[in-house]
């Protein structure tokens, strides 16, 4: 067995490794680049050693500063982990003339897989099931080979994945501009236009098969079924496939397992089959789809199923082990499902976020594989997923009921998520009976994708907290020769909302956009709120965020609160780095304390900057559409003449 491996990957799939080698006793050397210098990975590895600045080009991708840092470290393996250099055969012969281990498959099987159209033409060779198309080189008559295939047809690059190259077409009339845009597309992301074009199977499941080989025999673990996806990047995953039965399965795997050994597979790898979902599954009703020649994102679920380590496994056989198992030693337990939590904002169209993460948990019922902890920092380079949250149950509805209450309780602030997604996705209807396809989501987009609707309780707990009030210390706020009434403001869908808290008989009223909310303080349980106990939340002083509902209330700056309870001054300033979007005062106009001066834009969110003090503005120095820093002053105010 090795002594040392080195992780040529980052984020979660790296602390992934590397909890398996160290519980095999393995050291493990993390890479880096620039950004990632304190990255999670190279926090939990035993060395680490920077390889070049951003973007991935630069350092993810060097072969040669990924291998010498190996060399240097006296590391004798490097394992890939999922993208960047996975399937790539040219960095596996790298490795290999460096007189070190590629955890993984042969250069050979990656470029037997590579290309859809090679890897379709050999599959059909070795008897596995092939979708009805036109997988040919010549590339000048595909409008003919549509028509002979029969509409639907999806055209996809040869070399694509992700989605990239992909259209679909249905009416022969807008077959050529479809055909020009997924080349062009193709040839953008890949650097190769050639497409393939095959039927397209009008209620489609994506269901794929986890096989494992040692280079001449192999053996699959089971089917996924990942047919929940959007824009064809999966988001949930489930092990087994729902309505799966022992024939299908049966001659799925065999299907599977030929392939594997058809190009002398080493290593874990996924065979992917386009399924009929159009009725109850049938043995020819699937058809190959495309092999990859890596360990997959979603591999936990069938880890959870089957009790098996897969990196172990790659570990074990690229030392020279056989197999681990054979085919009848492996059975089925129970029911997962995986979840991808990402930071994005589902409302703008899943656009990637980015930010700091000031608060991140996840409960013990779940398997959370994640590649950040609280403090770290969601960057712009790379892929936004937060986690993968994984549950297991006796049985699917078991798996969900886990996974449902997970969700709920898995907290997550300093960036926006797609969690509030995920929590409706998992209760849909159709999706908890198993009525699955690859077009659930887009039907129900709408639904799906809702804003969490906030309750009077949830703007009183919310206003307290911006108060700075978060644990009443059992006697309420205080106010000398003031009148016993607070005010906070929020910033909500561009809207300024005013909440007021006053102290009637020695209680508190919050009055809310929804009305009002009596609230006590109970020794013992703390704030109730018309009786009920608080929600979780959390405040990092610019954001609240409501995790019951997956949401977050933008708090105008210190300035700006402070500016409710009097103090004077002459400068408003940007109180963090970021956009002037709107200027709403110009020299010589007078303002009352609490007018609105300058709009902001950082993070994603709006922030009104007012008025200290009542006064005159002597000095505009902010610019709408000007990128300011913390600090910069943004109005200067002067005693009226």
Same mark, same amino acid.
């Given at each position: 067995? $090795?002594?040392?491996? =080195?992780? /040529?990957?980052?984020?979660?799939?790296?602390?992934?490794?590397?909890?398996?080698?160290?519980?095999?006793?393995?050291?493990?050397?993390?890479?880096?680049?620039?950004?990632?210098?304190?990255?999670?990975?190279?926090?939990?590895?035993?060395?680490?050693?920077?390889?070049?600045?951003?973007?991935?080009?630069?350092?993810?991708?060097?072969?040669?500063?990924?291998?010498?840092?190996?060399?240097?470290?006296?590391? !004798?393996?490097?394992?890939?982990?999922?993208?960047?250099?996975? &399937?790539?055969?040219?960095?596996?012969?790298?490795?290999?003339?460096?007189? +070190?281990?590629?955890?993984?498959?042969?250069?050979?099987?990656?470029?037997?897989? @590579?290309?859809?159209?090679?890897?379709?033409?050999?599959? #059909?060779?070795?008897?596995?099931?092939?979708?009805?198309?036109?997988?040919?080189?010549?590339?000048?008559?595909?409008?003919?080979?549509?028509?002979?295939?029969?509409?639907?047809?999806?055209?996809?690059? *040869?070399?694509?994945?992700?989605?990239?190259?992909?259209?679909?077409?249905?009416?022969?009339?807008?077959? #050529?501009?479809?055909?020009?845009?997924? !080349?062009?597309?193709?040839?953008?992301?890949?650097?190769?236009?050639?497409?393939?074009?095959?039927?397209?199977?009008?209620?489609?499941?994506?269901?794929?098969?986890?096989?494992?080989?040692?280079?001449?025999?192999?053996?699959?673990?089971? #089917?996924?079924?990942?047919?929940?996806?959007?824009?064809?990047?999966?988001?949930?995953?489930?092990?087994?496939?729902?309505?799966?039965?022992?024939?299908?399965?049966?001659?799925?795997?065999?299907?599977?397992?030929?392939?594997?050994?058809?190009?002398?597979?080493?290593?874990?790898?996924?065979?992917?089959?386009?399924?009929?979902?159009?009725?109850?599954?049938?043995?020819?009703? $699937?058809?190959?789809?495309?092999?990859?020649?890596?360990?997959?994102?979603?591999?936990?679920?069938?880890?959870?199923?089957?009790?098996?380590?897969?990196?172990?496994?790659?570990?074990?056989?690229?030392?020279?082990?056989?197999?681990?198992?054979?085919?009848?030693?492996?059975?089925?337990?129970?029911?997962?499902?995986?979840?991808?939590?990402?930071?994005?904002?589902?409302?703008?169209? $899943?656009?990637?976020?980015?930010?700091?993460?000031?608060?991140?948990? $996840?409960?013990?019922?779940?398997?959370?594989?994640?590649?950040?902890?609280? @403090?770290?920092?969601?960057?712009?380079?790379?892929?936004?997923?937060?986690?993968? *949250?994984?549950?297991?149950?006796?049985?699917?509805?078991?798996?969900? /009921?886990?996974?449902?209450?997970? +969700?709920?309780?898995?907290?997550?602030?300093?960036?926006?998520?797609?969690?509030?997604?995920?929590?409706?996705?998992?209760?849909?209807?159709?999706? /908890?009976?198993?009525?699955?396809?690859?077009?659930?989501?887009?039907?129900?987009?709408?639904?799906?994708?809702?804003?969490?609707?906030?309750? /009077?309780?949830?703007?009183?707990?919310?206003?307290?907290?911006?108060?700075?009030?978060?644990?009443?210390?059992?006697?309420?706020?205080?106010?000398?020769?003031?009148?016993?009434?607070?005010?906070?403001?929020? +910033?909500?869908?561009?809207? &300024?909302?005013?909440?007021?808290?006053?102290?009637?008989?020695?209680? =508190?009223?919050? #009055?809310?956009?929804?009305?009002?909310?009596?609230?006590?303080?109970?020794?013992?349980?703390?704030?109730?709120?018309?009786?009920?106990?608080?929600?979780?939340?959390?405040?990092? @002083?610019? *954001?609240?965020?409501?995790?019951?509902?997956?949401?977050? =209330?933008?708090?105008?700056?210190?300035?700006?609160?402070?500016?409710?309870?009097?103090?004077?001054?002459?400068?408003?300033?940007?109180?963090?780095?970021?956009?002037?979007?709107?200027?709403?005062?110009?020299?010589?106009?007078?303002?009352?304390?609490?007018?609105? =001066? *300058?709009?902001?834009?950082?993070?994603?969110?709006?922030?009104?900057?007012?008025?200290?003090?009542?006064?005159?503005?002597?000095?505009?120095?902010?610019?709408?559409?000007? !990128?300011?820093?913390?600090?910069?002053?943004?109005?200067?105010?002067?005693?009226?003449?």
């Amino acid at each position: 067995m $090795f002594d040392k491996i =080195l992780i /040529a990957n980052r984020g979660e799939i790296a602390c992934r490794i590397i909890r398996t080698a160290r519980r095999m006793g393995i050291a493990t050397v993390a890479v880096y680049f620039d950004a990632d210098r304190n990255a999670l990975h190279v926090r939990e590895a035993d060395e680490c050693v920077h390889i070049g600045p951003a973007p991935a080009t630069d350092s993810y991708l060097r072969f040669d500063a990924i291998i010498g840092a190996a060399l240097k470290t006296g590391a !004798q393996a490097i394992h890939p982990g999922y993208g960047f250099l996975s &399937e790539n055969p040219d960095f596996v012969e790298a490795v290999e003339a460096a007189g +070190l281990v590629f955890i993984g498959p042969s250069s050979d099987a990656i470029r037997a897989m @590579g290309l859809k159209d090679a890897a379709k033409a050999l599959m #059909e060779q070795a008897g596995v099931p092939v979708v009805p198309g036109y997988h040919g080189a010549a590339q000048d008559d595909l409008a003919q080979e549509a028509a002979r295939i029969g509409y639907p047809v999806l055209i996809k690059a *040869v070399a694509g994945g992700g989605g990239k190259g992909m259209r679909l077409v249905e009416d022969p009339a807008d077959f #050529e501009q479809a055909l020009a845009s997924a !080349q062009a597309e193709a040839r953008a992301a890949f650097g190769n236009a050639a497409v393939l074009v095959e039927k397209y199977i009008t209620s489609p499941c994506h269901i794929e098969m986890q096989v494992f080989g040692d280079g001449t025999r192999a053996v699959h673990l089971f #089917e996924r079924d990942c047919s929940l996806q959007r824009r064809h990047q999966k988001v949930i995953e489930e092990a087994p496939a729902p309505g799966m039965t022992a024939e299908v399965r049966a001659a799925m795997g065999a299907a599977a397992v030929r392939a594997a050994e058809a190009i002398g597979y080493r290593g874990a790898g996924t065979v992917e089959f386009i399924v009929d979902g159009s009725g109850p599954l049938r043995t020819d009703g $699937f058809w190959f789809m495309e092999m990859n020649t890596r360990l997959q994102v979603e591999h936990p679920v069938t880890e959870a199923i089957t009790g098996v380590d897969l990196v172990e496994w790659q570990l074990l056989v690229a030392a020279g082990h056989p197999l681990p198992a054979a085919q009848s030693d492996l059975t089925v337990t129970g029911h997962a499902v995986e979840a991808r939590l990402y930071a994005e904002d589902v409302p703008a169209g $899943f656009l990637p976020a980015t930010g700091r993460l000031t608060h991140l948990a $996840f409960p013990p019922i779940l398997r959370a594989d994640s590649g950040v902890a609280a @403090g770290d920092e969601i960057s712009t380079w790379y892929d936004p997923m937060i986690a993968k *949250v994984i549950a297991h149950g006796h049985d699917r509805a078991a798996a969900l /009921a886990t996974l449902q209450q997970g +969700l709920q309780e898995t907290q997550v602030a300093g960036t926006v998520t797609n969690l509030g997604f995920l929590r409706r996705l998992i209760a849909d209807p159709d999706f /908890a009976a198993g009525r699955i396809d690859t077009g659930l989501i887009g039907r129900k987009i709408t639904p799906l994708t809702a804003p969490a609707t906030m309750t /009077a309780a949830h703007w009183a707990q919310a206003t307290l907290l911006a108060l700075g009030w978060p644990d009443g210390s059992g006697s309420g706020p205080f106010a000398l020769w003031s009148p016993l009434r607070w005010t906070a403001h929020f +910033l909500t869908d561009g809207a &300024e909302v005013a909440c007021h808290v006053t102290a009637p008989d020695g209680g =508190l009223l919050v #009055e809310t956009p929804l009305g009002p909310v009596a609230v006590h303080w109970q020794h013992g349980s703390g704030w109730r709120f018309d009786g009920a106990l608080a929600r979780p939340m959390h405040f990092d @002083g610019k *954001v609240i965020t409501l995790f019951d509902l997956a949401q977050t =209330l933008s708090v105008p700056d210190p300035l700006d609160r402070r500016s409710d309870q009097g103090p004077a001054g002459d400068t408003v300033s940007a109180p963090m780095p970021g956009l002037v979007r709107d200027v709403l005062v110009v020299e010589g106009q007078e303002v009352a304390m609490g007018d609105r =001066l *300058v709009v902001m834009e950082a993070m994603k969110m709006e922030h009104t900057l007012r008025a200290p003090r009542a006064g005159t503005v002597a000095k505009v120095a902010a610019i709408a559409g000007s !990128q300011v820093a913390s600090g910069a002053v943004l109005v200067t105010l002067e005693d009226p003449s």
